[in-house]
T-cell receptor, first 118, second 107 residues
Framework: GAVVSQHPSRVICKSGTSVKIECRSL??????MFWYRQFPKKSLMLMAT?????????EQGVEKDKFLINHASLTLSTLTVTSAHPEDSSFYIC??????????????FGPGTRLTVL | KNEVEQSPQNLTAQEGEFITINCSYS?????LHWLQQHPGGGIVSLFM???GKKKHGRLIATINIQEKHSSLHITASHPRDSAVYIC?????????FGTGTSLTVIP
């Protein structure tokens, strides 16, 4: 199957700083990438859908100015948590798909990034 | 109201047991996914189903579109199967996730 990586896997930052998380599709071109957030013992919550070259579509209740998403190339999407606060501490997961690569309904998930804001 | 309901929430089994995890959904879908999340957090897609049944090794997934129900079966369970299993459905571009079933297989 296709491989999706995330970097960093774990990050600790001070309150008020910004943190960038990268999501890369390693062996296919991802026209669409999804960003999820997962709280402890809870399921994944879709934050936004990003299509290469266009603005991300955010789910209701997700602040677009707080969680900046950029999908500048077919292999890279970034999520920047701006002015992070302790309540932003969470596990962030990306996934990627691409009808162009034949993945019409499949999603390939990254390993996740654990963000801790002190 | 959850669009996707899973049962059971927690499951403990002895090694070798046959395991069934159930998923019911309330929306029309184009596909249903079974995902596996290990304690480290990484997620692996196990199956994508739109009808019938799929088998991969000791894992079997079935779906009944009319009843809006899917099951994931694990035969001859092993401690390495211990993980959270998540059902996800896709009506259009939106994904809805179940809250997951936490499986522990005891040697």
């Amino acid at each position: 199957g296709a491989v999706v990586s995330q970097h960093p896997s774990r990050v600790i930052c001070k309150s008020g700083t910004s943190v960038k998380i990268e999501c890369r599709s390693l062996d296919f071109q991802a026209t669409t990438m999804f960003w999820y957030r997962q709280f402890p013992k809870k399921s994944l919550m879709l934050m936004a859908t990003s299509n290469e070259g266009s603005k991300a579509t955010y789910e209701q209740g997700v602040e677009k100015d707080k969680f900046l998403i950029n999908h500048a190339s077919l292999t890279l999407s970034t999520l920047t948590v701006t002015s992070a606060h302790p309540e932003d501490s969470s596990f962030y997961i990306c996934s990627a798909t691409s009808p162009l690569s034949g993945f019409y309904n499949e999603q390939f998930f990254g390993p996740g990034t654990r963000l801790t804001v002190l | 109201k959850n669009e996707v309901e899973q049962s059971p929430q927690n499951l403990t089994a002895q090694e070798g047991e046959f395991i069934t995890i159930n998923c019911s959904y309330s929306v029309g879908i184009s596909a249903l996914h079974w995902l596996q999340q290990h304690p480290g957090g990484g997620i692996v897609s196990l199956f994508m189903l739109s009808s019938g049944k799929k088998k991969h090794g000791r894992l079997i997934a079935t779906i009944n579109i009319q009843e809006k129900h899917s099951s994931l079966h694990i035969t001859a369970s092993h401690p390495r199967d211990s993980a959270v299993y998540i059902c996800a459905v896709r009506p259009g571009n939106q994904f809805y996730f179940g809250t997951g079933t936490s499986l522990t297989v005891i040697p």
